[in-house]
């Protein structure tokens, strides 16, 4: 068995990959940069896309949780060109973080508070020490700690804190990617607490979210009464029993982040199961569909964020355990080649004049938002061809 290298780095020993890479990185930036000065205040942020532009809006937008993938991409920017423009902006942007938690502004009921925090605030604490930064995030930690329901074990997704209705009473996959937050939050108070209750909604999710076959529920429903499971069912897949892709991504990268803050082994096979769906599941051009129930041949719109999302999972357990264990070199081979079909079939340039980074995502296709771009795309995928390029020591999550 090999070592686990954590500076394992997907282009090293390919030129012409890394050439690639390093032109899709290029090609971010100058776009990114010439989208700053409409956010240059740093208390709005891009939300809806349209004829190649971002549309602008204020933070605390109700339902909403995708604000901070544009100061988490600010700072993926700032990393690969130590460009202080970028570093200006997001440092706004963390005041405004701030404000928002200590206003309580759509925050308090919010189950997507680790989604938020983690970039807005974790990010610059890690890069830069930020102290603002670090207090919002704990404020949100608590907040989001205080969604754990003991009757049933898990992180309630719907509701206002303390709605406890019945249609309300679920967890979602989503949530994988906000553990990060409680995890972060135990290590930087010494609460164990915040760990103990993202470990507890982990093993719930692993129990009845996740299928027999490793595929996933968008949304599960327990019994409040009793504490025990209902039915899955979904919100933004194709129907209660398909496999909504970019939930499935959700939790392969989840599973990675958990793995790194706890090394607990039983999480490895989980993460096989769940990663050999996804891979499985692949068309020929490694771009994933919106809901895995489709395939090549069928007229449906594919999620490239889905992609970018599994492939930055996948190359953070490449650092972890070694590449001769629990499949890795085979993720790894899938890894790169949805990489290079991103860089090759959905990615933007300058000359396009368009403010996206990434084509042919469905943000929700039931609300017909298909074949668009999204920040949180955007974000995914600059960070694969970060982690793809690059040692990424100061991981955001
Ligand atoms: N709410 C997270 C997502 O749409 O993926």
Not at 24 to 35: Q, V
Not at 189 to 213: F, I, N, P, S
């Amino acid at each position: 068995m090999s070592e686990v290298n954590r500076n394992y780095v997907l282009s090293d020993g390919d030129a012409a990959f890394r050439a690639e890479l390093d032109q899709a990185i290029a090609d971010a930036c100058a776009i990114l940069k010439g989208t700053l000065p409409k956010f240059a205040d740093g208390d709005v942020y891009p939300r809806g896309y349209k004829n190649g532009k971002w549309g602008v809006a204020p933070n605390a937008q109700p339902n909403y949780w995708t604000e901070s993938f544009w100061p988490g991409l600010l700072w993926l920017a700032y990393e690969l060109t130590k460009d202080e423009a970028y570093r200006q902006v997001a440092d706004k942007n963390v005041l405004d973080f701030y404000r928002r938690v200590v206003e309580n502004d759509e925050v308090d009921w919010h189950h997507d508070i680790g989604f938020l925090y983690t970039l807005s605030s974790v990010a610059p604490y890690k890069l830069t020490g930020n102290k603002i930064a670090k207090e919002a995030a704990l404020i949100a930690a608590y907040s989001l700690s205080r969604r754990f329901r003991y009757r049933g074990s898990f992180i309630q997704s719907m509701g206002a804190d303390g709605n406890y209705e019945p249609q309300n009473y679920r967890f979602i996959v989503d949530t994988m990617m906000n553990l990060p937050l409680l995890f972060w939050a135990a290590e930087e108070t010494g609460d164990q607490t915040y760990k103990d209750k993202a470990m507890r909604h982990l093993r719930t999710t692993l129990k009845y979210l996740v299928r027999e076959d490793g595929s996933t529920y968008h949304h599960f429903l327990m019994d409040h009464a009793t504490g025990g499971p209902i039915r899955g069912l979904t919100l933004q897949g194709a129907h209660d029993e398909s496999f909504w892709s970019r939930g499935q991504a959700w939790i392969i990268y989840g599973l990675a982040v958990a793995y790194d803050y706890t090394k607990d082994e039983s999480l490895l096979p989980e993460f096989v199961r769940v990663t050999d769906f996804f891979i499985n599941h692949l068309p020929k051009d490694y771009v994933p569909f919106w809901d895995f129930i489709y395939n090549d041949g069928d007229d449906e719109p594919r999620d490239s964020s889905a992609g970018a999302i599994a492939a930055c999972g996948i190359l953070e357990m490449a650092r972890l355990i070694p590449h001769d264990t629990y499949n890795m070199e085979k993720y790894l081979r899938v890894a790169k080649e949805m990489i290079i079909s991103m860089m090759r079939n959905c990615k933007t340039t300058p000359d396009m004049g368009v403010e996206a980074l990434l084509l042919h995502t469905t943000p929700y296709k039931k609300g017909n938002s298909y074949d668009t771009s999204c920040i949180y795309g955007d974000y995914f995928y600059l960070e694969c061809l970060l982690r793809a390029t690059r040692n990424w020591e100061n991981r955001y999550w």
